[in-house]
C-alpha cells in the first residue's frame, strides 16, 4: 500500500479528474450527512475498507469537501483556509477576532471524528466566498490529528496577527 502522502495525492488527483461528473458529486456531498453518507461509499470503496471507521470518515469527509469545492490549492491547512475565510472583504484582524471562536472550535477538538463533524459549514463557506481547499493537506491532517496538527494550524492562522501587533 502506497504511504500517506501518495494515496493522498492520488485520490485528489482521482477526485479533480472527475469532477465534471455531476452525479458523481452530488452523491459525495452526501459524505458530509451521517444520514446519507452512504451515497459516497460506492466511490470511496475503492480507497478504503468501509468497515474501518476511521478510514471511511476521513475519506468521505475529503471526498464531500472537494464535491463542495473542487476549488484546490496546494498550499496551506485549513488554519490558512479559516484565515482567508476571516479576513476576506478587507476585513483583517477585525475578522480574525470575530471568526476566532469558530476556530478555536476546531482547535478544541479532541479526535478526527469530531473535526468533520464541524467541517461541514466551514466547507460550504469556502466555496461561497471563493476560498481554496488544501485537499490532500486535510485528508493527512485528519489522518493524523492530534497537537502536531493543531499547533501547525493555530500557527497559520494568527502567523501574521503576531506580525502586525509587534513583538
Not at 459516497?40 to 468497515?51: E, F, M, R, V
Not at 475529503?62 to 483556509?81: D, H, I, R, W
Not at 471524528?113 to 469556502?126: F, G, N, Q
Amino acid at each position: 500500500m502506497a504511504n500517506l502522502n501518495e494515496r493522498a495525492t492520488a485520490f485528489v488527483a482521482d477526485l479533480q479528474a472527475r469532477r465534471e461528473d455531476r452525479g458523481l458529486m452530488a452523491d459525495l456531498r452526501r459524505g458530509l450527512s451521517k444520514a446519507t453518507a452512504s451515497r459516497s461509499w460506492p466511490y470511496i470503496a475503492q480507497w478504503c475498507n468501509l468497515k474501518n471507521d476511521r478510514q471511511r470518515t476521513i475519506f468521505q469527509t475529503v471526498a464531500a469537501s472537494f464535491a463542495f469545492n473542487p476549488n484546490t490549492t496546494s498550499e496551506g491547512n485549513m488554519g490558512t483556509t479559516m484565515r482567508q475565510l476571516a479576513t476576506g472583504d478587507g476585513r483583517e484582524a477585525d475578522g480574525l477576532k470575530t471568526f476566532e471562536a469558530r476556530f478555536r472550535r476546531f482547535l478544541s477538538c479532541d479526535t478526527f471524528s469530531e473535526v468533520c463533524e464541524r467541517l461541514p459549514t466551514v466547507i460550504r463557506t469556502t466555496r461561497a466566498k471563493g476560498v481554496a481547499i488544501n485537499h490532500e493537506e486535510l485528508f493527512k491532517d485528519l489522518h493524523y490529528w492530534g497537537d502536531k496538527v493543531k499547533v501547525r494550524w493555530a500557527h497559520a492562522y494568527w502567523s501574521d496577527v503576531q506580525k502586525e501587533e509587534g513583538p
